[in-house]
Every structure is written in structure tokens, then in C-alpha cells.
């Protein structure tokens, strides 16, 4: 089998040797005589994975102590209802309105309670990020979109909020670069792009930020349910886990966050200049400054040209090139299982496709 070279933005390519480990292991997990999917999460072997995990994750990104680490299911989509049933109560809090993702997250809070919009990029398209942002005193915290995975921007510094926490959605580049954990109050990220299977969704929340949950929460929903149980208080997504832990062990063996954000500054970097000396054939709408390392959004002089793009780039086995339906155009994602070399077969075509096009 020749397998493709992947851009989707997600479901995402994961790592070979993660596929491969799991191929090995399915039907018989480390001699057991089961496959991990038919065991107890109760099981002494999947307490090995979810607290392997756990522990991976709080060393790779260098989570401090009074964090917990949780694995829930639902998406990053379940999360844009979580924060604000969690934190938000009778207060406000503040928004950064920075693409689709933002707004949908915005979206849902704003049904919970009162939402403040510090920051709407939607008259200049969702290219900029702000320099600076004016937080409402007293709000229960700012939320935060860290790289929008339609847009192509992300935010290479974050903000400071003061005395307000901040939380941010990292679905899109949790583990691809390192991140100042202690900063924010709480991280979320659905799995699906750096970290495996969509659906399992991983939650970094502030141990202070606990006592705010109210107790009227249905229980699932309450942060304090998961964090009191080990995200054992029902049946966590185990199959996830135990490939998010896969994959976590490939990040750890590539050298770690630190390594594989220089290979992805790497890659972003061959990309964007590939788009920048095209003599205006590419064009990437997002400002230089803001330009995403995860997802490389690109035009073509028409839309026909797009969709022959991306017709020729399928055939030579390049997948996932089209842009998100909602925007059109091209995207490619680059999340950490692509490689440099993947990179490399894409710069080349659209150097031959400007070529033969231009
Ligand atoms: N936030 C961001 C930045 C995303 O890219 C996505 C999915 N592409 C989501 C949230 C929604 O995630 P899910 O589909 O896991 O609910």
C-alpha cells in the first residue's frame, strides 16, 4: 500500500508507527488475550494507559502540579458549553472574535450568560489578530481561540489578561509548539489534529477553578465531576486514550514539544515562502504576522484554477487540499504527523502547477 501524503485538517494523519503499534495490538493488547476495546476501564492494564497519558501530557507541556488533566468525550464542540455553564454564572466574560471557531464558541456562551466582544476580526475577514486588548474588569474570564483551523491564524504570543483567567481553546495546535500552561486557567482541545481519534477531548483546567463549579450542574458537565474521578467517573473514551498516549510517546520520542515545533516552524516556513515567491500566483489573505504553523490557507488566481489544484494535487497523492467549504480555497493542514518531507512533494507541485498555470 502507498500511503497518502494527508493534509486534512482533521481527522487528521497520525503518526505510522502509532497506526502500525495499533494495528499489532487490537485484537490482542500486550498478551491479554483481549483487545483494549473489550476491557474494563476498571482494568489495572487501562489504568496503565489513561494514567500514562495523563502523565505524558503533563510532561510534555510542562503542566504545573495544581492542574488536573482531563479526558472527556463530545469534542472541543462540548467544551464551548462547559466553560461558560462552569465559570460564567451570573457574571460576563470576555471574548476574542477571531474566526469561525471563536464565534461558534461565542456563540454557545452567549446562550449561558453575558458575553463581552473584546476583539471581532470579521470586518477585515478574519486575517488579524489584535495588539492589544482592553479586558472587562471583573469578568469570569477571557476565552480565546489559539489557532483558527479555517482561517489559518494563530496567536504566536498570547495576551494578559491581568488578574483574569484566561482560557483557550488549543484545538488546533495543543502539542505542536510549547505553551505557557501556567498562563491560562483552563486549555481544551478536541483530539483529532495533533493528538488522535476525534471525540476525545482533552481538558487542562486550573485546580481554584474547580470551586467555581456549581453544584447544579448535571453531572457530566461539571468540570468538578471529572476532575474529583480522574475522568473515571464514567466510561472515558478508552479507545482514544490509548492513542493519544501512542501518540504522546511519538512526540516524546521525536524529542519532545520543543523538537517537533522546530520541525513545524520548518515546515510552515517552506510553505509560506513557496505562496510569497510565487509572484502573487498563491496568495495567503492572513497577515504575515498572524499566519497559522498548523493550517496554510492559500488562493489561486480563480476558482477554477483551485479546483483543478486540488483535482492534480489528489492525483499525485496529496489529500485534503481544499479549503474549508465555508471560506473555499485552499488549506494545508501540517499538523505534527505530517512530515518535511510531505511538505517538500507539495512545494514542488505548486511550484509546477504555477509554472504550467501562471
Ligand atoms: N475548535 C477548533 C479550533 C477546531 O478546529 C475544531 C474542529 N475542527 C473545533 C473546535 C470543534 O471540535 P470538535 O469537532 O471536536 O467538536
Not at 519532545?256 to 500566483?281: H, P
Request: glycine share 8%.
Amino acid at each position: 500500500m502507498t500511503r497518502k501524503t494527508n493534509f486534512y485538517a482533521g481527522p487528521a494523519a497520525l503518526p505510522l508507527p502509532v497506526l502500525e503499534q495499533v494495528r499489532e495490538e487490537i485484537v490482542d493488547y500486550h498478551g491479554m488475550g483481549l483487545s483494549l476495546l473489550e476491557t474494563s476501564h476498571r482494568s489495572s492494564e487501562y489504568d496503565e494507559v489513561h494514567n500514562g497519558a495523563i502523565r505524558l501530557i503533563r510532561k510534555l507541556l510542562k503542566v504545573p502540579e495544581n492542574y488536573h488533566v482531563l479526558f472527556l468525550g463530545g469534542g472541543a464542540t462540548l467544551q464551548f458549553a462547559m466553560v461558560p455553564l462552569n465559570f460564567l454564572g451570573s457574571g460576563t466574560c470576555d471574548f476574542t472574535l477571531t474566526g469561525s471557531w471563536a464565534s461558534k464558541a461565542y456563540k454557545d456562551a452567549k446562550k449561558i450568560g453575558t458575553v463581552n466582544v473584546l476583539y471581532d476580526g470579521a470586518d477585515k475577514k478574519y486575517t488579524m489578530l489584535p495588539d492589544s486588548l482592553q479586558p472587562t474588569p471583573g469578568a469570569a474570564y477571557l476565552h480565546l481561540t489559539s489557532n483558527e483551523t479555517i482561517g489559518g491564524l494563530q496567536w504566536h504570543s498570547f495576551p494578559d489578561p491581568g488578574q483574569i483567567p484566561m482560557v483557550a481553546d488549543m484545538s488546533s495546535d495543543i502539542l505542536s509548539r510549547p505553551i505557557p500552561v501556567e498562563r491560562f486557567s483552563l486549555i481544551y482541545a478536541g483530539a483529532q489534529k495533533n493528538l488522535g481519534p476525534a471525540g476525545t477531548t482533552v481538558v487542562i483546567v486550573r485546580e481554584e477553578m474547580i470551586e467555581r463549579c456549581p453544584d447544579t450542574l448535571p453531572a457530566y458537565l461539571s468540570y468538578r465531576t471529572h476532575s474529583e474521578n480522574n475522568s473515571l467517573y464514567n466510561t472515558p473514551p478508552v479507545f482514544g486514550v490509548y492513542i493519544v498516549k501512542l501518540v504522546l510517546e511519538w512526540i516524546e520520542k521525536q524529542g519532545g514539544v520543543e523538537k517537533v515545533a522546530l520541525v513545524n516552524e520548518q515546515k510552515a516556513e517552506q510553505l509560506y515562502s513557496a505562496i510569497d515567491s510565487s509572484d502573487g500566483f498563491y496568495r495567503c489573505p492572513v497577515d504575515p504576522r498572524f499566519r497559522s504553523k498548523m493550517n496554510v490557507v492559500f488562493r489561486l488566481p480563480t476558482e477554477e484554477l483551485e479546483q483543478s489544484f486540488v483535482a492534480e494535487s489528489k492525483k499525485q497523492g496529496m489529500i485534503g487540499l481544499k479549503g474549508h467549504r465555508s471560506v473555499g480555497g485552499c488549506r494545508a493542514s501540517i499538523y505534527n504527523a505530517t512530515s518535511v518531507e510531505g511538505v517538500a512533494t507539495l512545494v514542488e507541485f505548486m511550484k509546477d502547477f504555477a509554472e504550467r498555470n501562471g
